[in-house]
């Protein structure tokens, strides 16, 4: 049987299991590719280092060198994170003649259309099935099953950490600082994990799948973005009580000649699969002109799920299938991404609104007259009683009053509530989210 030789560079939680991979089960990969994948090297910082893996003699180092300088390596999977030294060794590879392999989100989403048009300016490939959705093999299916159709939307729960607070707050009633707690004891939460819930690296994956499935180049950081970090659990319990979920979405879906993205906490209709995910999973739902509906759903990070899909994706690159996709990946016009503020302001979709409203007569009317004014149509409204009675002399007793939408657009909708905030019998800036039946 013919070889391949392989290298990796970053032995940590994810290269550790794609090296338990590649040597325990070198017989598995080897039936698949029809050749063996052999571990030539792997370069890590530290050689003193204990490991999660046992190595061959000669295979572990720190010389990045030892496989750039080594023409018999011809497939790469690249497993550090961060932006740099990232990048710079990336585009080291291509220029030595290597094909690469990454799980590192953060670089594609940054310097992803650079670092593409060099490989193919090189003729070498660039396979990331684990940059995305982890174990979930979402690249493969967007740029290779389903290149028959034209993809009409993509909605996504794309962020483990941030479902699992949602999914505490929503189930136990947990508070969110609490749920954040224990998601960082439980170690799906970093220490610092602004990037989880303020939308961050749901953004960037986002940037990763308009650039697949659209054809669209747009940066993460212009992509529309609100994380949970602001939610609060009152929204949750109100969505609960109307039949709803909330998830952090993102979404990209094709509206005339434009493509809407944007990251958002959504209602989600219970019952529906999205809303239905729970902990620290991932789910997308993919839409297609000729296919229909379909759902994927799995573990979006950890070691062996992310290991499965770099090994898959080293598979594929040894024996060629990467480099046809690749080469196709942009042979076609790609959709303007509708991300300025302008362009945003016309995306389509049903709104939850909620404000702090004085308890008197009069109040709605002018909530409702100010939707009016700007053609927003009411679906419904909930208000419950105040607690308790108070006397004519006490201040004001302000109520929550939650409005459901029909069809309407971002912009009104943003406008209504710019001006319902200026209202003296409002308290408070209005809450604002999409709604996804």
């Known amino acids: 049987m013919d070889t391949t030789k392989v290298a990796i560079i970053g032995l940590g939680t994810v290269g550790s299991g794609v090296a338990h991979l590649l040597l325990d089960h070198g017989d598995r990969t080897a039936r698949h590719a029809g050749r063996t994948l052999w571990l030539e090297k792997a370069v890590v910082q530290d050689l003193s280092k204990q490991r999660g893996c046992d190595l061959p003699e000669g295979v572990l180092t720190d010389r990045i060198e030892d496989v750039i300088e080594d023409s018999q ?14 990048r710079t060794i990336m585009l080291q590879l ?29 003729g070498r490939s660039i396979a990331f099935e684990a940059s995305v ?64 819930v303020d939308g961050t690296d749901t953004a960037q994956k986002l940037a990763i799948l308009a650039h697949l499935g659209f054809g669209a ?4 950081q212009d992509i529309p973005c609100v994380g949970i970090d602001t939610l609060d659990s009152t929204d949750v ?31 989600v209709q219970s019952g529906r699969p999205l809303a239905e995910v729970g902990g620290a999973y991932n789910a997308i739902r993919v839409v297609g002109e000729a296919f229909g509906n379909l ?18 994706d080293m598979i594929d690159t040894a024996v060629g299938r990467t480099a046809l996709t690749f080469r196709t990946l ?14 945003f302001a016309q995306a389509q979709g049903r709104f939850y609104l909620r404000t702090e409203v004085e308890d008197h007569p009069g109040a709605l009317a002018q909530i409702t007259h100010i939707l009016g004014e700007n053609k927003i149509s009411i679906a419904s409204i909930l208000q419950h009683e105040p607690p308790d009675q108070y006397s004519p002399g006490d201040l004001p007793r302000t ?26 019998c409002t308290c408070g800036p209005a809450v604002r989210m999409w709604v996804r039946d």
């Open 73 to 86: 390596i011809t497939v790469v999977a690249q497993l550090i994170g961060g932006l740099e030294p990232a």
């Open 94 to 122: 291509l220029e030595n003649g290597k094909d690469v392999v990454t799980a590192n989100k953060a670089l594609l989403a940054e310097h992803g259309p650079e670092l593409f048009d060099r490989a193919r300016e090189l």
């Open 133 to 196: 959705a982890g174990g979930i093999p979402i690249i493969a299916n967007i740029g290779q099953c389903l290149s028959a159709n034209q993809i009409e939307s993509i909605d996504g729960i794309l962020n483990g950490t941030s479902n699992f607070i949602l999914s505490k707050m929503y189930q136990e009633g947990v508070a969110y600082a609490d749920a954040v707690a224990e998601a960082q004891q439980l170690g799906y939460a970093e220490a610092d994990p602004t990037m989880d």
């Open 217 to 220: 180049r747009v940066h993460w």
């Open 237 to 267: 319990r109100y969505a609960q009580e109307m039949g709803y979920q909330i998830k952090l979405l993102a979404v990209a879906r094709l509206a005339g000649d434009g493509l809407d993205l944007y990251v958002s906490p959504t209602l």
């Open 295 to 312: 759902f994927f759903y799995g573990q979006g990070a950890g070691q062996m799920p992310t290991a499965s899909a770099v090994v898959a």
């Open 330 to 343: 942009e042979l076609w016009s790609g959709r303007k991404a509708r991300v300025s503020s302008n362009d």
């Open 399 to 424: 109520v929550p009053l939650v409005i459901m939408t029909h069809l309407t657009s971002e912009g009104a909708t943003k406008t209504a509530c710019e001006r319902i905030d200026k209202l003296d």
